[in-house]
């Protein structure tokens, strides 16, 4: 069984950590960073194709993650490929065992590297789940049966900062109806949307992970405050991180209290954490975290 | 309405490099509609090619260009001007072009880019609102179409992208469509209908290009 599955069941707070597959071929550093954290983490989370820029595929990282002996989340979007494919990608991680897949719309093909490439969007992240979910049952979408049936642990994600938050709860529906497991937030940094979303979704049958993103500078923070849908850092925080002489210390540590204070308050079941590129940091917030 | 926007002249200069005697048509529709292929544009056009040194032969605002017997009988009026040209520019849009490219035995050059189907807000300003899909799902979104108006024609709801303001995460000065047909269905009292699953479209009702003829479809048609 997954270990993240496993890990929920137990009713243990769960942790992942997001990984991008590098640009290019060299996996060193993407290496360096799975040793060290490897054993903290319940698994590796790798985008695809993540901001829609070219990169090495989500399946080929996790197979090098899973020879790591970490337990791989395999990301997949609907953007760049049909259905096709999708299911294809999807059979393929069964046969190495990749369990854990997380089912996402995916960022516009304008916003990356080549904005010119024609944007697919055959299946949503509802479609993707309702895809794996057929595959499980031993059939593809078309109802063909399959040689050999592949066993996933479904999850997807969700923006509690949004207006009208509803019309993100109606979604949130479907993708349980449609086999998600698990859902991952979109960074958060005040405990009062994390309340009311809480609220919000307590009867949905599913597990939550809060997304963290450890600020790296307050400029960091005013930037992602102007330019990200869904997220808001807290004035006190940009506070926090001007008057700090490490800035990168504090965002650890401003990271691991607040996954601390989720985990007290029992606000989410987990914590899924994005460290874009910094991996290596993810033990100490977990320190700060006391996990 | 089919929505066009004028080419380039320069482009069309490209088409016309080995032509010297031409012949413009434009449509009476929606490129009259559009300004780009109404009578002002067509002799615009044509003083224009004159001073780059076409004969221009003769022009027709053919009524409309996309209708294909009309098109045939209005090009009758013209034969004289046809067997002489060694082109004919259309500032129709590329239904009107093909329809006439069909009819003529010269190349026949777009003067128009077919840009979309639109609604007429007031002149000169347009929307688009179709794609044409096929499988029209206006019926549960409150009549705001999630094919052409998402940026990325999501049937199951938003993505998580939309800005503080309701705008889309792909072009910001477009509303987010799945926050506008969310507020039109609460208004319908109709929010039930985002609960449903939709199923991912069907593409292979999309293989072009597609016919339909009525006199299939009904046996009584006098068509
Ligand atoms: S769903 Fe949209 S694109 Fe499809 S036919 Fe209806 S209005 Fe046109
Ligand atoms: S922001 Fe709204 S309109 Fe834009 S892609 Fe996302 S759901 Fe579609």
Same mark, same amino acid.
């Given at each position: 069984?997954?270990?993240?599955?496993?890990?929920?069941?137990?009713?243990?707070?769960?942790?992942?950590?997001?990984?991008?597959?590098?640009?290019?071929?060299?996996?060193?550093?993407?290496?360096?960073?799975?040793?060290?954290?490897?054993?903290?983490?319940?698994?590796?989370?790798?985008?695809?194709?993540?901001?829609?820029?070219?990169?090495?595929?989500?399946?080929?990282?996790?197979?090098?993650?899973?020879?790591?002996?970490?337990?791989?989340?395999?990301?997949?979007?609907?953007?760049?490929?049909?259905?096709?494919?999708?299911?294809?990608?999807?059979?393929?991680?069964?046969?190495?065992?990749?369990?854990?897949?997380?089912?996402?719309?995916?960022?516009?093909?304008?916003?990356?590297?080549?904005?010119?490439?024609?944007?697919?969007?055959?299946?949503?992240?509802?479609?993707?789940?309702?895809?794996?979910?057929?595959?499980?049952?031993?059939?593809?979408?078309?109802?063909?049966?399959?040689?050999?049936?592949?066993?996933?642990?479904?999850?997807?994600?969700?923006?509690?900062?949004?207006?009208?938050?509803?019309?993100?709860?109606?979604?949130?529906?479907?993708?349980?109806?449609?086999?998600?497991?698990?859902?991952?937030?979109?960074?958060?940094?005040?405990?009062?949307?994390?309340?009311?979303?809480?609220?919000?979704?307590?009867?949905?049958?599913?597990?939550?992970?809060?997304?963290?993103?450890?600020?790296?500078?307050?400029?960091?923070?005013?930037?992602?405050?102007?330019?990200?849908?869904?997220?808001?850092?807290?004035?006190?925080?940009?506070?926090?991180?001007?008057?700090?002489?490490?800035?990168?210390?504090?965002?650890?540590?401003?990271?691991?209290?607040?996954?601390?204070?989720?985990?007290?308050?029992?606000?989410?079941?987990?914590?899924?954490?994005?460290?874009?590129?910094?991996?290596?940091?993810?033990?100490?917030?977990?320190?700060?975290?006391?996990? | 309405?089919?929505?066009?926007?004028?080419?380039?002249?320069?482009? /069309?200069?490209?088409?016309?490099?080995?032509?010297?005697?031409?012949?413009?048509?434009?449509?009476?529709?929606?490129?009259?509609?559009?300004?780009?292929?109404?009578?002002?544009?067509?002799?615009?056009?044509?003083?224009?090619?004159?001073?780059?040194?076409?004969?221009? #032969?003769?022009?027709?605002?053919?009524?409309?260009?996309?209708?294909?017997?009309?098109?045939?009988?209005?090009?009758?009026? #013209?034969?004289?001007? #046809?067997?002489?040209? =060694?082109?004919?520019?259309?500032?129709?849009?590329? =239904?009107?072009?093909?329809?006439?490219?069909?009819?003529?035995?010269?190349?026949?050059?777009?003067?128009?880019?077919?840009?979309?189907?639109?609604?007429?807000?007031?002149?000169?300003?347009?929307?688009?609102?179709?794609?044409?899909?096929?499988?029209?799902?206006?019926?549960?979104?409150?009549?705001?179409?999630?094919?052409?108006?998402?940026?990325?024609?999501?049937?199951?709801?938003?993505?998580?992208?939309?800005?503080?303001?309701?705008?889309?995460?792909?072009?910001?000065?477009? =509303?987010?469509?799945?926050?506008? /047909?969310?507020?039109?269905?609460?208004? #319908?009292?109709?929010?039930?209908?985002?609960?449903?699953?939709?199923?991912?479209?069907?593409?292979?009702?999309?293989?072009?290009?597609?016919?339909?003829?009525?006199? =299939?479809?009904?046996?009584?048609?006098?068509?």
């Amino acid at each position: 069984m997954s270990l993240l599955k496993e890990a929920f069941e137990k009713g243990e707070f769960a942790v992942t950590a997001e990984m991008a597959p590098p640009k290019g071929i060299d996996f060193t550093h993407l290496i360096e960073c799975a040793k060290a954290i490897k054993g903290r983490v319940h698994g590796v989370n790798v985008t695809d194709f993540q901001s829609a820029t070219l990169k090495a595929t989500s399946l080929a990282t996790c197979r090098i993650l899973q020879e790591q002996g970490l337990e791989p989340v395999l990301q997949i979007t609907g953007r760049d490929r049909n259905r096709i494919a999708i299911q294809g990608e999807l059979l393929s991680a069964g046969v190495f065992g990749i369990e854990n897949v997380l089912a996402l719309t995916g960022d516009h093909t304008t916003v990356g590297d080549h904005p010119g490439a024609m944007p697919v969007y055959d299946l949503d992240s509802v479609g993707i789940l309702q895809a794996a979910s057929a595959l499980m049952g031993g059939k593809d979408m078309s109802g063909n049966e399959l040689a050999g049936t592949p066993k996933y642990f479904l999850g997807a994600c969700v923006t509690p900062r949004y207006d009208p938050v509803e019309l993100q709860v109606l979604k949130m529906k479907k993708k349980i109806k449609a086999g998600a497991r698990f859902f991952q937030t979109q960074a958060v940094y005040d405990m009062e949307t994390l309340r009311n979303f809480r609220e919000l979704t307590k009867n949905l049958d599913a597990k939550l992970m809060v997304g963290i993103v450890p600020l790296k500078s307050a400029g960091m923070a005013k930037y992602m405050n102007n330019n990200v849908p869904g997220i808001f850092v807290p004035d006190e925080l940009i506070e926090r991180l001007k008057a700090a002489e490490d800035k990168v210390k504090e965002g650890i540590k401003i990271a691991g209290e607040f996954i601390k204070a989720v985990r007290e308050e029992g606000l989410c079941d987990g914590a899924h954490i994005m460290a874009i590129g910094a991996e290596e940091n993810v033990p100490a917030i977990l320190d700060e975290a006391g996990l | 309405m089919v929505i066009s926007e004028k080419k380039p002249f320069e482009e /069309i200069l490209e088409y016309l490099k080995d032509a010297k005697k031409v012949v413009i048509l434009g449509c009476s529709l929606c490129a009259t509609v559009c300004r780009v292929g109404g009578e002002p544009e067509v002799l615009e056009m044509k003083k224009k090619l004159e001073e780059n040194g076409k004969q221009v #032969l003769g022009y027709k605002i053919l009524d409309p260009a996309c209708n294909y017997m009309q098109v045939r009988k209005d090009l009758k009026g #013209l034969k004289q001007e #046809l067997s002489e040209a =060694d082109a004919v520019i259309s500032l129709a849009c590329g =239904d009107g072009t093909q329809t006439i490219a069909k009819l003529t035995d010269i190349p026949a050059y777009p003067g128009n880019n077919t840009m979309f189907i639109g609604e007429v807000e007031r002149v000169g300003q347009y929307e688009e609102v179709c794609l044409a899909c096929g499988n029209c799902q206006l019926g549960w979104t409150g009549g705001i179409c999630p094919v052409t108006k998402c940026s990325k024609g999501l049937l199951n709801g938003p993505c998580g992208g939309a800005t503080k303001d309701g705008k889309c995460e792909v072009k910001p000065e477009h =509303d987010c469509a799945w926050i506008q /047909i969310y507020e039109k269905l609460k208004k #319908l009292n109709k929010l039930d209908n985002l609960e449903v699953i939709r199923e991912p479209r069907n593409y292979a009702i999309n293989v072009h290009p597609n016919r339909i003829d009525l006199k =299939d479809v009904c046996n009584k048609c006098t068509l």
